[in-house]
């Protein structure tokens, strides 16, 4: 079974599941080590790769110190199209649906096609909005989009819609990483009540009682990155907390 097809399942069955993000900017292989056994001690669903800048040149080396410390799933999360690599599992292509940049709707798609198609990842089809979360996020300045206010639940909803009759296979909300706050319980609440992909809910996770609600409000996989940057053992609370 492949990673969209044990999200649907697991989804379906009402199985929640949690990502850890892993922003490369942020790791070393040293630093990293210590968090991918935590990750595997706790049973964590996946980890995702990715950021906003690129720092580093140090992918394939974080993709490796996973995998020889455990075969949880790698799904690529990039924040732009030079964080490719085919030794991961899979590839969140994101279509930035929330926005009307067409550059980040299908314009980076093009230019990644061809090295997409030729590698063996599972290229995972991603409905990605961003939330306003009370202040601006590097992804919102990044990508040139203004994100969907937090109030305004409705266009939450009928974009997800809309992403999901597009033929998308997971709708991600995203407030964006470190935000000050969450994607709102009652927003997750709408979209989650107008599709049936799975949803994933990220950015401004903080605690195991803020992936507690984004679950209890129809999250099926929760993503978090910064605050672990911090402390490490919220990996566990989090794990508990599905
Ligand atoms: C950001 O959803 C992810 O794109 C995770 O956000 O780093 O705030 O946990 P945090």
């Known amino acids: ?113 061809p090295y997409l198609k030729a590698s063996n990842l599972e290229i995972l089809s991603t409905g990605y909005m961003l939330i306003e979360s009370g202040s601006t996020t590097a992804v919102s300045y990044m990508s040139n989009t203004t994100p969907i206010p937090a109030h305004k639940a409705d266009i939450a909803a009928c974009t997800a819609m809309a992403g999901e009759m597009l033929g998308m296979k997971l709708i991600y909300l995203d407030a964006g990483s470190g935000a000050k706050n969450p994607v709102p319980p009652a927003m997750i609440a709408k979209v989650k009540g107008s599709i049936s992909l799975p949803l994933i809910v990220g950015g401004g996770i903080t605690s195991a009682w803020l992936a507690k609600a984004a679950y209890d409000a129809g999250a099926d996989l929760v993503v978090a990155g910064n605050a672990i940057e911090n402390d490490p053992g919220l990996i566990a609370r989090i794990a508990a907390a599905r």
């Not at 030794?87 to 709707?105: H, Q």
């Open 1 to 113: 079974m492949n990673i969209c097809q044990s999200l649907l399942k697991d989804t379906l069955a009402g199985k929640k599941k949690f990502a850890v993000l892993i922003d490369p900017d942020k790791y070393t292989v040293e630093s990293l080590s210590g968090v991918v056994k935590l990750g595997a001690e706790a049973g964590i669903d996946y980890f995702f790769l990715g950021g906003s800048l690129l720092l580093r040149d140090n992918l394939p080396q974080l993709i490796a110190c996973i995998r020889e410390n455990t075969t949880i799933p790698v799904v690529l999360f990039p924040g732009n199209d030079l964080q490719l690599s085919g030794k991961a599992d899979g590839i969140l292509l994101l279509s930035l649906i929330s926005g009307r940049n067409p550059d980040m709707l299908i314009g980076r798609h093009v230019i990644s096609a």
